[in-house]
């Protein structure tokens, strides 16, 4: 989590003048996404049972402020972009995302404890906005949100059938809902996690967090890695949880940048989404693209930067990547900000086509 401060702002006008106690199994179809019942809306800046709330978004004239009828940056097409606010105080802080397999149904996570769950509506190819969204706390086992027990900065989201893994960073935790229990009004119980990565730095920890499907070579487990906890090689910290080889690993550092999230690509490689923030270099973003082969307890992964932006480009901190196949059989890649609650940051949500 960056340090909530007017960066925008001030960089911008400095660039003129960002299973209980089972592990993981076999993952299925992403039926966690479903749609939610509707209820009343409340202007509350959190609450205690779900609710629904309205969602307004305004669209993006393009991506690149200085050439608004770019389209292409690096392996990806720009699709559109939209600017989300709500009435309801306790929208933001948007900090993980799935999406089911038409990119239409979400789950979102905020780093306050909640669940945002709702659809994307689309004109064409185009989103046009968000429907059907409904708010709610993330519930502990005895049916209390978890920041009754001081349990927050809930940072990172993985799909693995109706199982839904959340990343908490504070407290170093993972904990895992099964939706067809009541879809987000399930009840959470932690996953046992190995000993280094329950003492991972204070603020530093599980950021992004994958579930790896049926069929590909680490089947059945999570995908854990840090914000920005490094090994004695200046790496980054990373897990294997479950599957057939549990262990760390590690992922290159380059550049000073941190993770932000993770996702898997159809073909089963990862991408990685990193940022950086420096009060001399601005904000910035890359993905990187690593292959799923490469990582295993042990390793030190790399991969090549296939996207990037400043804030030269319409980005936030941005903080979630989810992708998915669009109707045209294209890879789409979405992405989410993190407004951090404050007034001079956005809750971004873009999309892109991955160039194959």
Known sequence: MIPILSRRRLLTAAAAGFVGQMLPGPALAQTAVQPPPKRSRTDEHSVTEPVSIEVNARPLNGFDTRDRARVRFGELEFRGGLVLTSGFRGFGGLSGLRLDARGERFIAISDKGGWFTGRIAYRGKEMTGLQD??????????????????WFDSESVALDGSLVYVGLERVNRILRYDFSKGFTRARGEEVPLPPPARKLPYNKGLEALVAVPRGQPLAGALIAISERAL??????LGFLIGG????????????DFDVSDATLLPSGNMLLLERKFSWLGGIGIRIRHIAQKSIAPGAIVDGPAIFSADLGHEIDNMEAIDAHVGSGGETVI????????????????????LVE
């Open 244 to 255: 057939r080889t549990p262990g760390p690993f590690a992922v290159r550092r380059i550049d």
């Open 231 to 236: 090994d004695a090689q200046g790496n980054i």
């Open 133 to 150: 969204v409904e708010a709610s706390p993330l519930l502990w086992s005895d049916g209390k949100p978890i920041t009754s027990r001081g």
């Open 334 to 353: 979405t992405m989410i900000s993190d407004d951090n609650f404050s007034m001079v940051q956005r809750n971004l949500l873009l999309q892109f086509t």
